[in-house]
T-cell receptor, first 115, second 112 residues
């Protein structure tokens, strides 16, 4: 089954304790992206990756890191989480074909609470 | 990136047709218009996409006037399970870099 998976789905942590949220897709998609969703603010893009070893900042990259060492994986790293990073996080992927706007496939979400 | 404007919320009753309009006055020549649906605590999922005129699939229709400065998502005969947030996105073809921005969306509530 074609899908985007995220782990963990729920996480409670404390300020300053490094954490990683994993994202994996089995569709051989070139493009992957991370979003955070907060009430009243919709989805905001954190980082995206056009392909392996190619990453770039989205709209709200502060406090986050990413890496893209393999095509299928795109982990989101919070080196020193703070309470304002409490949010619902989504990973997404899509193809990178020229000339068409490809559909993004989203993961189930990771709900993070930073105390 | 083309900015989009949608109503914050809409209410409807089961069995009615629902039309959600999105304004995108500064849409670029090669931009596509895409709509996503999101249920609570789930990731958004693709509904429909178009470039001009009308597109129809098994779920919805998308109407795009000639000037492309707006678009209307039409959901025929909605049911309670259509209660969700609907996002309108405008962006360039996928070969380019970050190009899709989600706005706040439209919360559609279908009442019995």
């Amino acid at each position: 089954e074609a899908q985007v998976t995220q782990n963990p789905r729920y996480l409670i942590t404390v300020t300053g304790k490094k954490l990683t949220v994993t994202c994996s897709q089995n569709m051989n998609h070139e493009y992957m992206s991370w979003y955070r969703q907060d009430p009243g603010l919709g989805l905001r893009q954190i980082y995206y990756s056009m392909n392996v070893e190619v990453t770039d900042k989205g709209d709200v990259p502060e406090g986050y890191k990413v890496s893209r060492k393999e095509k299928r994986n795109f982990p989101l790293i919070l080196e020193s989480p703070s309470p304002n990073q409490t949010s619902l996080y989504f990973c997404a992927s899509r193809k990178n074909l020229q000339g068409v706007q490809e559909t993004q496939y989203f993961g189930p979400g990771t709900r993070l609470l930073v105390l | 990136l083309a900015k989009t404007t949608q109503p914050i919320s809409m209410d409807s009753y089961e069995g009615q047709e629902v039309n959600i309009t999105c304004s995108h006055n500064n849409i670029a020549t090669n931009d596509y218009i895409t709509w996503y649906q999101q249920f609570p605590s789930q990731g958004p999922r693709f509904i429909i996409q178009g470039y001009k005129t009308k597109v129809t699939n098994e779920v919805a229709s998308l109407f795009i006037p000639a000037d492309r400065k707006s678009s209307t998502l039409s959901l025929p005969r909605v049911s309670l399970s259509d209660t969700a947030v609907y996002y309108c996105l405008v962006g360039a073809p996928s070969g380019s870099a970050r190009q899709l921005t989600f706005g706040s969306g439209t919360q559609l509530t279908v009442l019995p």
